[in-house]
């Protein structure tokens, strides 16, 4: 028989990870599935087999639905979505995006949740409201009651994807240093 994957989704880098009592801890190259993925602190990137990367920072709380689906119950998440993926779906308290092949960022905090597009285009739906199209640029602060109202730009706290990998890569290189230091 031929090895298959189990989940839609791999861990692949992280920084500084500390895990919540109520989620086992992971590790980089760990296959992620249906579950509830929750840091207490530090930084995760998640890639999913559907194209889509998300970098989470804790504390944060993400239920993976699929591979084309998940939701921020709380956090700060930056998605990176390609073409290939568009039509991704990102949920919070009481809000559903559609990414329609982008790159934006989210932030949930007790109930109230922000994000801001930073590149390219989403479908949003929130509460009761019609589905709009978001463009580029456009920051929008969402109320637990259903209200929503646009945010000024880079208002939203998201973490930033290119210094997982080189603060990783600070962490490994330290690590190393003082094995070396031992060592001898």
């Given at each position: 028989s031929e090895p298959s994957a189990n989940g839609f989704a791999v861990l692949s880098q992280l920084f500084d990870a500390v895990w919540t009592k109520e989620t086992a801890p992971h590790q980089e190259g760990d296959s992620l599935g249906k579950e509830l993925f929750a840091l207490q602190s530090g930084t995760a990137?998640?890639?999913?087999?559907?194209?889509?990367?998300?970098?989470?920072?804790?504390?944060?709380?993400?239920?993976f639905k699929s591979a084309w689906e998940a939701e921020c119950r709380e956090g700060a998440v930056r998605m990176q979505v390609p073409p290939a993926a568009r039509g991704f779906k990102?949920?919070?308290?009481?809000?559903?995006?559609?990414?329609?092949?982008?790159?934006?960022?989210?932030?949930?905090?007790?109930?109230?949740?922000?994000f801001e597009v930073c590149d390219g285009e989403i479908a949003m739906r929130h509460g009761k409201e019609q589905e709009r199209v978001v463009k580029?640029?456009?920051?929008?602060?969402?109320?637990?009651?259903?209200?929503?109202?646009?945010?000024?730009?880079?208002?939203?706290?998201?973490?930033?994807?290119?210094?997982?990998g080189s603060e990783a890569a600070a962490q490994r290189l330290l690590s190393f240093k003082r094995w070396e230091n031992h060592r001898d």
């Open positions: 990137e998640i890639r999913f087999f559907s194209g889509a990367t998300m970098t989470v920072e804790g504390p944060a709380e993400i239920l990102l949920h919070a308290p009481s809000t559903e995006i559609i990414d329609l092949g982008t790159e934006l960022g989210r932030e949930v905090r007790g109930g109230e949740a922000k580029e640029g456009a920051a929008w602060d969402l109320r637990g009651d259903g209200g929503a109202s646009q945010a000024p730009a880079g208002s939203v706290k998201v973490p930033d994807p290119t210094l997982l």
